[in-house]
T-cell receptor
Framework: QQQVKQSPQSLIVQKGGISIINCAYE??????FPWYQQFPGKGPALLIA?????SEKKEGRFTISFNKSAKQFSLHIMDSQPGDSATYFCAALKRDDKIIFGKGTRLHILP | DAGVIQSPRHEVTEMGQEVTLRCKPISGHNSLFWYRQTMMRGLELLIY????????DSGMPEDRFSAKMPNASFSTLKIQPSEPRDSAVYFC?????????????FGPGTRLTVT
């Protein structure tokens, strides 16, 4: 019940295309859903996050869509660029508890 | 701020040796987390501290692993004796406001290779 399932494991997208990464969770007590971005040789860094009372959040080319009834959320990267090539982790947590990370998606944007 | 500082960045050691990884959290942050990252298992939380006190060490693989936080600006993760299966990238992260705070700041990691 503590797991966050992330797919796909890897993704290749043409420059200018839309990258989509999906995550699912079981624990309805989770109240915050962040996405972390990790470049090779670096630690993960917070990219964007959403709370379950919001169905969508957009920051620049990055959008989180949240479906509370389905217990699913996804990251969309519009107009994907080679600089977006990285590993993306979805995560979930509840107040005063630890972050549960997905397994990660390795995204490669073709130039 | 310099961010979370970890040392060493790379460590190569032989099986059976003791390994000590070090972390300096961001000043003012009162929660500190140790993670291990491998291709097979992804990001695993090993242990976290709040106000220098260990809160949850259920992720520590076995008794060969130990972590300490003697003060608010320093933490160590020790492996003794090390084994080849311990080879991974170890990250330290810190946050403010306790474990309920949602943003964690990660260090650059220590790449450990045990031969």
């Amino acid at each position: 019940q503590q797991q966050v399932k992330q797919s796909p494991q890897s993704l290749i997208v043409q420059k200018g295309g839309i990258s989509i990464i999906n995550c699912a969770y079981e624990n309805t007590a989770f109240d915050y859903f962040p996405w972390y971005q990790q470049f090779p040789g670096k630690g993960p860094a917070l990219l964007i996050a959403i709370r379950p009372d919001v169905s969508e959040k957009k920051e620049g080319r990055f959008t989180i869509s949240f479906n509370k009834s389905a217990k699913q959320f996804s990251l969309h990267i519009m107009d994907s660029q080679p600089g977006d090539s990285a590993t993306y982790f979805c995560a979930a947590l509840k107040r005063d508890d630890k972050i549960i990370f997905g397994k990660g998606t390795r995204l490669h944007i073709l130039p | 701020d310099a961010g979370v500082i970890q040392s060493p960045r790379h460590e190569v050691t032989e099986m059976g040796q003791e390994v000590t990884l070090r972390c300096k959290p961001i000043s003012g942050h009162n929660s500190l987390f140790w993670y291990r990252q491998t291709m097979m298992r992804g990001l695993e939380l090993l242990i976290y501290f709040n106000n220098n006190v260990p809160i949850d060490d259920s992720g520590m693989p076995e008794d060969r692993f130990s972590a300490k936080m003697p003060n608010a600006s320093f933490s160590t993760l020790k492996i003794q004796p090390s084994e080849p299966r311990d080879s991974a990238v170890y990250f330290c992260a810190s946050s403010s406001g306790g474990t309920g705070t949602y943003e964690q700041y990660f260090g650059p990691g220590t790449r450990l290779t045990v031969t």
